[in-house]
């Protein structure tokens, strides 16, 4: 199915963001997709398959690490980046089936200037009145708004106590978002994700930045695109 294809491929890149802290130099925030629904009953069905899917971001000043497990650990996904060039190395493991994207931040430089022209349409906008206290943290609603060329919108939970980066949304660079959301749902058309934090550390063991690329298939992000939407009908999505 297009449309779940869909979400899935932006769900994966929900995850994939640097980084960095205001009041918080090393960390990790756990967050889970608590609550999904649609309109439309196989849909349903198929986004009931992503509840629970857990994400793991784990930061400190040089590097920034995003680990999850989706559909039951039938996909398994860490991206890490390192803040100082923001080379990235993007690990997909979809039931054995390995995949593994580098890239610069020149690299990436002409992709996100092909998105520059969306993501100014985008529009942003805070609520101060409308605060959630999230593991401790005051949060203010923010909202963005998509339009016909990006019918997606996000209500987000943001701490300015957590500061986020403005690339925080993998492939919507340039929106510079006032503080990290600890919990935030993606609507689009009939169906919506939430997405909460569950667990906030400020200490970490450094070893966790070393991930084994052992087995994986390199290859560009072009032919990881490609390789997503083979994997979708696989799945009958």
């Given at each position: 199915m297009k449309k779940f294809t869909?979400?899935?491929?932006?769900?994966?890149?929900?995850?994939?963001?640097?980084i960095t802290a205001q009041e918080l130099s090393e960390g990790l925030i756990k967050m889970e997709i608590s609550e999904v629904s649609s309109d439309n009953e196989q849909v349903a069905a198929q986004l009931e398959m992503m509840k629970g899917?857990?994400?793991?971001?784990?930061?400190?000043?040089?590097k920034s690490l995003v680990t999850a497990n989706m559909m039951g650990g039938m996909i398994k996904i860490k991206s890490l980046v390192n803040n100082a060039d923001e080379h990235l190395t993007f690990l997909f493991d979809a039931?054995?089936?390995?995949?593994m994207v580098e890239s610069t931040k020149e690299e990436r430089a002409a992709m996100?200037?092909?998105q520059k022209e969306l993501v100014e349409s985008l529009d942003i906008s805070y609520d101060e009145d409308d605060t959630k206290e999230i593991l401790g943290y005051k949060c203010i609603k923010a909202t963005i708004s998509g339009d016909e060329e990006f019918p997606m919108d996000f209500s987000m939970y943001v701490s300015r106590d957590i500061k986020a980066s403005n690339e925080l949304i993998q492939g919507l660079q340039g929106i510079?978002?006032?503080?990290?959301?600890?919990?935030?749902?993606?609507?689009?058309?009939?169906?919506?994700?939430?997405?909460?934090?569950?667990?906030?550390?400020?200490e970490i063991d450094a070893s966790v930045f070393e991930i084994n690329t052992s087995g994986y298939q390199k290859m560009t992000f072009q032919e990881f695109q490609e390789q997503m939407g083979a994997f979708g009908g696989g799945m009958g999505f």
């Amino acid at each position: 199915m297009k449309k779940f294809t869909y979400v899935l491929y932006s769900a994966l890149f929900l995850m994939s963001f640097q980084i960095t802290a205001q009041e918080l130099s090393e960390g990790l925030i756990k967050m889970e997709i608590s609550e999904v629904s649609s309109d439309n009953e196989q849909v349903a069905a198929q986004l009931e398959m992503m509840k629970g899917t857990e994400t793991v971001y784990t930061f400190s000043k040089e590097k920034s690490l995003v680990t999850a497990n989706m559909m039951g650990g039938m996909i398994k996904i860490k991206s890490l980046v390192n803040n100082a060039d923001e080379h990235l190395t993007f690990l997909f493991d979809a039931m054995g089936q390995k995949m593994m994207v580098e890239s610069t931040k020149e690299e990436r430089a002409a992709m996100e200037a092909d998105q520059k022209e969306l993501v100014e349409s985008l529009d942003i906008s805070y609520d101060e009145d409308d605060t959630k206290e999230i593991l401790g943290y005051k949060c203010i609603k923010a909202t963005i708004s998509g339009d016909e060329e990006f019918p997606m919108d996000f209500s987000m939970y943001v701490s300015r106590d957590i500061k986020a980066s403005n690339e925080l949304i993998q492939g919507l660079q340039g929106i510079d978002l006032d503080g990290f959301p600890l919990e935030y749902i993606m609507e689009m058309e009939q169906m919506s994700m939430t997405y909460t934090a569950t667990e906030l550390k400020t200490e970490i063991d450094a070893s966790v930045f070393e991930i084994n690329t052992s087995g994986y298939q390199k290859m560009t992000f072009q032919e990881f695109q490609e390789q997503m939407g083979a994997f979708g009908g696989g799945m009958g999505f």
